[in-house]
């Protein structure tokens, strides 16, 4: 993907953020130039992949198969006296797919916070991990209900469902209704070592540096060799 292309896709999400009176933590807003100045009083958010996040799972059309994603908290599956729960916000373009994908560590609730309706489907996989046959039953907002494989569940604004550990699942926008503004809270986020998916897929894309970064994401924030000059516990919070 090209970096001018990622710039223009955080550009729209912070919109859509502040349209629906979502700020970010200061993180967030940090350039790339601020990120310079931070050292080891920062190492949370390194650590723990905190921040904008991206990819187009290795399909080269983000618009089609994609995610854009901001990891608000997240602890360590390294550090077991660390964070043992995970948020993200990320939204979801009108078929836009997030492909079929289990965990074996995390549970997760995925959550519509507003704009569109998404669509979700979850199937029980086999001993060979392919998707099986047969009724599978989730939990919609507190309410346990069983549906035929592959049926398309739609959540409205507010609405949610609950992933449990090796439930594949795949989601998208549904079409005509607006990208959805969606909502994640799990375990601890491990995207290196559980996501499972059905088909050849990657995590986290190469990019072309045809522009400058407007924000970092997680994958990309210098190395700290010492404590910053800001201090520890003295972000400075750069423009929104």
Known sequence: MNRSEVNKLIREAKAMFREHRITLPPFGYWTPQHWETMGSEADEIRECSLGWDLTDFGSGDFHKVGLLLFTLRNGSCANQSAKRYAEKIMIVEPQQVTPWHYHEAKMEDIINRGGGNLCIQAQAIDADNRLAAGDVTVSLDGVQRSVPAGTILVLQPGESITVTRRLAHQFWGEPATGKVLVGEVSDVNDDH????????????????????????LCTEYPVAKAAGKHGPGKPVTCDM
Do not use: E
Not at 193 to 216: I, K, M, Q, T, W
């Open 193 to 216: 070592s559980d996501n499972y998916f059905l088909a050849a897929a990657g995590r986290f894309p190469a990019l072309v540096g045809d522009a400058p970064p407007l924000h970092l």
